[in-house]
């Protein structure tokens, strides 16, 4: 199954096909044109960010106002926190387009479950601790490595619990799956099922950090 795409922190709204515009899509060319414009070293992510929109049919609108709400104009940006930004944006969207991420009705997908309101169990289970989640336009998703057969993996919910709050949805993810010191350079994802526990060590010794 595929997971869900990514494009930003937003929740989603009706779909509407047929929708898009030929002004529409030169307005969003236009915005994509200002990226590469204004941000030095901004080809690469208006690349990402083209094929995010040629992918999805109707939601130009939509995607032009996750862009502006992703990438706000450079002048009034530090280049430090403009190059914060655009590093967020592209690793948000290799981390979802490397491990998939899915909506709560493919979830119930994955168990083999018929349910009228799919939102139930994992509202229940990110209560409990056990997955995450993040936002993004498409709605809340969930990192697709945190299940087996549609179910939360322990050892998921032995890491949120040693991070202990101090990373939350987006920054969880990007955690998970970035480079670790104390994994010697690997990424905790990569080790979730070899190396269980040196990855709750990891977690524990990022919430110390966190706490300092």
């Given at each position: ?8 922190a ?9 929708s ?16 590469v414009?204004?941000l ?24 032009r ?7 706000p ?7 430090a ?27 119930a997908?994955?168990?083999g ?5 799919p ?16 936002d ?8 697709a ?5 549609g ?10 619990a ?51």
């Amino acid at each position: 199954m595929e997971a869900a795409p990514v494009s930003g922190a937003r929740e989603a709204e009706p779909r509407h096909e047929g929708s898009t515009t030929p002004g529409t899509r030169a307005e969003v060319g236009s915005v994509v044109a200002q990226v590469v414009a204004n941000l030095a070293g901004g080809e690469a992510l208006a690349r990402l960010l083209v094929v995010r929109l040629e992918a999805v049919v109707g939601e130009a609108e939509r995607e032009r106002q996750v862009l502006e709400a992703m990438l706000p104009p450079p002048d009034v940006l530090a280049d430090a926190a403009t190059a914060q930004l655009m590093w967020n944006a592209r690793a948000r969207a290799e981390a979802v387009a490397e491990f998939g991420a899915y909506t709560a009705a493919q979830v119930a997908e994955q168990r083999g479950v018929e349910t009228a309101n799919p939102h139930t169990t994992v509202s229940r289970w990110l209560h409990e601790g056990r997955i995450f989640a993040v936002d993004s336009a498409q709605g809340r998703l969930f990192p697709a490595f945190q299940f087996e057969d549609g179910k939360p993996r322990t050892v998921i919910g032995e890491v949120l619990a040693a991070l202990d709050g101090q990373l939350r949805g987006w920054a969880t993810l990007l955690w998970f799956t970035a480079s670790n010191g104390y994994l010697e350079g690997a990424r905790p994802v990569d080790r979730l099922g070899t190396d269980p526990d040196d990855v709750v060590a990891a977690a524990a010794y990022q919430a110390s950090l966190s706490e300092d």
